[in-house]
């Protein structure tokens, strides 16, 4: 059980608490900075470029719901400090790499480890703050540290490949991680794990293999073709194995996901949006960088800089203008309101032009994105945990985590196979003679594509989110995932 006296290390263990999301929130984001640099001197094709992105998005919200459980199983704190040096040797393997496949093995170890480290972070919280008022400041504190490290980590991403070394973006996590992990062996909270629970191992295989079969399918039907038997077999076997997954879990004993947290229409539309939203805004971020680096010719640290706009502008509506008007509107029409600019951001960015400025072309869909997110994020995900029974909120909370791990996964992948795609089609109609302007077709191609994700997810808050006038978003704390609105 938590404990009832305040521990007097407890705001020490915060810091090294925030340090752990930090790392995670940076590495959420700062690879997309990197990743050109990274393509180019390990020979990564533009086919199998995506698979750095979603190699550890797809392992980390595959295996979110199993680390949870080992928490439980375990202890949050030595699940807390076995995570950190896992990913810490993750992050040195990846920075390491000789090989795309060196790369991609330290990503999938970086997402296991992570999905080990995300749920511990959240219950130590919880369980070394017992007084409810300064539990709400912890929170509040994990929170701002969260959304710092998602929004500024692109512009350290370009400091960093800039100054020193795309490598360096995989081994900054390194001194961290390690630091973060011997502060936390002192200054923890040792809590014995609680009742001994049964791991889901069979809901674990069929969920995992259903979604990387989705996944790769998607990753894999340029090269491969549409309705070539590779694909087609590879997404039969993620409907089958999905399929399966939810039968299993309405009839195991121990589910990693019970159904009845999907049962409220409400939360289940916000878990959708959720899940569509990210996977629009991860398209967007990978063929934003490669159309600032590959066409404009940016270099990493004018890319980074190229996104403070959105960035900032999320801080700035996120904090200050939800903190001043937040509570005079239904959260939903504040969702609504964020999803409409952020679908004409993402109409504007089909407009870039290999010829166009910053100022004129990718200004103001910058900023209307940011002004977007900043509505949006806080309060659906608050309304991802609208009226959970007390038993379920670890279980719902993961699941908010996991729909947007996965949204990133099947944007990052689908999105640039749309790209490639696109471009392909374009040179086969107009000849290989502008590279600039088929590269610039296939990236607007995809974000026409992120708007029809975007526009889908504002159609399934519209259609499914009922909430009072007066209710409130859920107090929960922010997820691991990079602030893209």
């Known amino acids: 059980m938590p404990q009832t006296t305040p521990d007097p290390r407890r705001w020490w263990a915060l810091a090294v608490i925030a340090g752990a999301q930090l790392v995670l929130m940076l590495d959420a984001v700062i690879v997309n900075i990197a990743l050109p640099s990274a393509q180019a001197e390990l020979g990564l094709s533009d086919g199998d470029r995506q698979w750095v992105i979603t190699a550890y998005t797809l392992t980390f919200g595959g295996l979110l719901l199993l680390g949870g459980r080992l928490g439980d199983l375990f202890g949050r704190k030595r699940t807390f400090v076995v995570g950190?040096?896992?990913?810490?040797?993750?992050?040195?393997?990846?920075?390491?790499a000789t090989s795309p496949g060196m790369l991609l093995t330290g990503r999938v170890l970086q997402g296991a480890f992570a999905s080990v480290l995300a749920p511990t972070i959240m219950s130590l919280i919880v369980l070394t703050f017992t007084d409810v008022r300064e539990r709400g400041k912890a929170f509040g504190m994990y929170g701002i540290v969260g959304a710092a490290g998602g929004a500024f980590g692109l512009l350290i991403g370009g400091l960093i490949t800039?100054?020193?070394?795309?490598r360096w973006t995989m081994y900054i996590n390194v001194p961290v991680a390690i630091a973060a992990a011997v502060a936390g062996s002192r200054v923890l909270v040792a809590v014995p794990p609680g009742r001994r629970t049964r791991l889901d191992v069979p809901g674990t295989i069929l969920g995992t293999v259903g979604l990387a079969s989705l996944v790769f399918g998607f990753g894999r039907a340029e090269s491969a073709g549409w309705d070539s038997p590779e694909i087609l077999g590879l997404l039969g076997t993620a409907a089958v194995a999905l399929i399966a997954f939810v039968l299993w879990q309405a009839c195991a004993r121990q589910p990693l996901v019970p159904l009845r947290i999907l049962a409220d229409r409400t939360r289940a539309g916000a878990l959708l949006a959720i899940t569509l939203m990210v996977a629009g805004n991860y398209g967007m971020f990978l063929m934003t960088t490669y159309f600032m680096?590959?066409?404009?010719?940016?270099?990493?640290?004018?890319?980074?800089?190229?996104?403070?706009?959105?960035?900032?502008?999320?801080?700035?509506?996120?904090?200050?203008?939800?903190g001043r008007v937040g509570d005079r509107f239904r959260?939903?029409?504040?969702?609504?309101?964020g999803f409409v600019l952020a679908i004409t951001a993402m109409v504007l960015f089909t407009r870039v032009d290999a010829d166009g400025g910053f100022a004129t072309e990718l200004l103001v869909p910058m900023l209307l994105l940011g002004s977007g997110g900043?509505?949006?994020?806080?309060?659906i995900i608050g309304l991802s945990q609208t009226r959970v029974r007390p038993e379920d909120t670890g279980s719902a909370s993961a699941l908010t985590n996991v729909a947007q791990q996965i949204g990133g996964s099947i944007g990052a992948a689908l999105m640039n196979t749309i790209a490639i795609s696109a471009t392909a089609t374009y040179v086969a109609a107009n000849g290989p003679g502008d590279p600039a302007a088929a590269a610039t077709h296939g990236y607007t191609t995809a974000f026409t594509w992120s708007a029809a994700f975007l526009t889908a997810a504002l159609l399934s808050v519209v259609l499914l989110i009922r909430t009072p006038a007066k209710e409130a978003a859920a107090p929960e704390p922010q997820p691991e995932v990079v602030a893209t609105g």
């Open 162 to 166: 800039e100054f020193l070394d795309w």
């Open 293 to 322: 680096q590959g066409i404009k010719e940016y270099s990493p640290l004018q890319t980074g800089l190229g996104y403070l706009p959105m960035t900032g502008t999320m801080v700035l509506v996120s904090t200050v203008v939800i």
């Open 374 to 379: 900043g509505l949006i994020f806080g309060k």
């Open 331 to 337: 959260p939903v029409a504040l969702v609504i309101t």
């Open 84 to 96: 950190l040096l896992g990913f810490a040797a993750a992050s040195a393997l990846g920075g390491a």
